[in-house]
C-alpha cells in the first residue's frame, strides 16, 4: 500500500480562504484546493463590467501578458451570472477586448486550452460566479503569477 | 508556436452528452469535456435513496471494486442537494455504508484522493447533482470502468 496517499475529504465554505484578487480590483478569488501534481479548484466572484489583467498559458512566456502560467489546461464552470473570454495571441487586444471571444452563461462550461493568452470580463448585469480548476503546467519554464492564490502554480516549477 | 494548440470554447448545454449510469439504475451521467491525457468534466444527477457502486482509485485493482479507475484525482462540487461519499480499503464495508463517510451539502466541494476505493449515495431528500471532474489515472494500470468513463479505458489499455 502507499503510505503516502491523503484521505478523501468535505472542504466546505468554513475551510475557504476567500480574498481581493490584488490583480484585478473589484474581484475576490478562493483557492478550495490545491493536489500536488494535479491542479488547483477555487471560486472566482466578478462585480459587473470588471475584467482581469491578461494571463498566458502559451509555451513561452514572451514578457506581454500580465501573468504567465505555462502551458495549462484551465475550466470556469459558471455558476451566476455571465462572462466573455478573450483570448488569443495579442496581449494588447486581449486587454482591449478586440481579440477572439467566448461567451459563457450560468451553467456552461468554458475550456481554456494551453497555447493562448486570456482575460476575462463580467459582461452581464449581475455579479458572476464561477468554478475554476487550472492543471498543473507541463515543461519547466519559469511562472509569472504574483497572484497569492496562485503561488502553488509558481512553486511546482520555479 | 505550437500549431496542433486547441482553441478554446464555451461548452454549453445543447453539446453535452447525458444519459442513464449502466451500472447505476436512476442515476444520469453527463459527459462534458473529456480531454486526451488530462481530465473528464461532467455532471451527475441522483435520485434520493440510490447510491452507485463502489469504484476503486488504488495504485493496484484487487478485483473486489465494480470498477478500477487506477490513481486518479477527483473533485465533486454540490451543485443542489446533499450526498455521502463512502471511502476505504474494504469494498464490502463501502457497500454496507460501514466504511468512512464524508458528507457533502450543496457548495461543498468534495476532493477523492488517489489510493482508495469510493462509493457515493444520495442521503439528502432532494435529486442531487453535482459537477465532476476526474484526472487521467498515472501508471500503467489497466482500467475497468462502465460505458460511460470509456474514456478513462482508452488512455491505459
Redesign the interface.
Known amino acids: 500500500?502507499?503510505e503516502t496517499?491523503?484521505?478523501?475529504?468535505?472542504?466546505?465554505?468554513a475551510d475557504w480562504e476567500s480574498r481581493p484578487d490584488s490583480l484585478s480590483p473589484g474581484c475576490d478569488i478562493t483557492s478550495?484546493?490545491n493536489?500536488e501534481g494535479?491542479?488547483g479548484?477555487g471560486l472566482y466572484f466578478m462585480a459587473p463590467g470588471k475584467q482581469t489583467n491578461s494571463f498566458s498559458m502559451e509555451?513561452v512566456d514572451d514578457g506581454t501578458a500580465d501573468e504567465y502560467y505555462g502551458p495549462c489546461?484551465e475550466?470556469y464552470?459558471l455558476?451566476v451570472g455571465e462572462a466573455t473570454?478573450y483570448?488569443g495571441?495579442d496581449a494588447s487586444k486581449v486587454q482591449a477586448g478586440t481579440a477572439?471571444k467566448?461567451?459563457?452563461?450560468a451553467?456552461?462550461?468554458?475550456?481554456?486550452?494551453?497555447?493562448?493568452k486570456?482575460a476575462v470580463k463580467n459582461t452581464g448585469k449581475v455579479p458572476v460566479t464561477w468554478?475554476w480548476?487550472l492543471?498543473v503546467p507541463t515543461g519547466g519554464a519559469k511562472r509569472r503569477t504574483p497572484s497569492e492564490a496562485l503561488q502553488w502554480l509558481k512553486t511546482k516549477n520555479a
Open positions: 500500500m502507499n496517499r491523503i484521505e478523501p475529504r468535505a472542504i466546505t465554505m478550495l484546493v493536489a494535479a491542479g479548484l509555451d489546461h475550466f464552470y455558476l473570454m483570448w495571441e477572439n467566448v461567451l459563457l452563461k451553467g456552461d462550461l468554458g475550456y481554456w486550452t494551453p497555447g493562448w486570456y468554478l480548476g492543471t
